[in-house]
């Protein structure tokens, strides 16, 4: 599997929840990212999927917003990829 880096969302739209919620997202995204650039760690891996977890548990449930959820389950499953090869 090759590595993948996730895009930040922007956080300056004019809706405040819109903007909380992308913060919350962009730092599991740079975790992520930075657990990529480290080479992908097994140490690390079950934490970072506990943080996606809580995400999708959370800010990103099912009606609280845009398409975050995705984005968490994508990153869930890379993340598993990574650990499971």
């Not at 004019?14 to 657990?35: A, D, H, S």
């Not at 975050?68 to 598993?80: A, F, I, P, R």
Request: aromatic content about 10%.
């Amino acid at each position: 599997m090759a590595d993948t880096y996730f895009d930040e969302w922007p956080e300056t739209s004019p809706i405040g929840w819109w903007n909380e919620g992308r913060r919350k997202l962009n730092v599991i995204i740079r975790l992520v990212n930075e657990w990529t650039l480290d080479g992908c760690p097994e140490d690390r891996a079950d934490r970072l999927l506990r943080q996606i977890d809580m995400g999708l548990q959370t800010f990103a449930a099912p009606g609280c917003g845009a398409d975050w959820g995705e984005d968490l389950v994508e990153m869930q499953s890379y993340v598993t990829g990574k650990k499971d090869a």
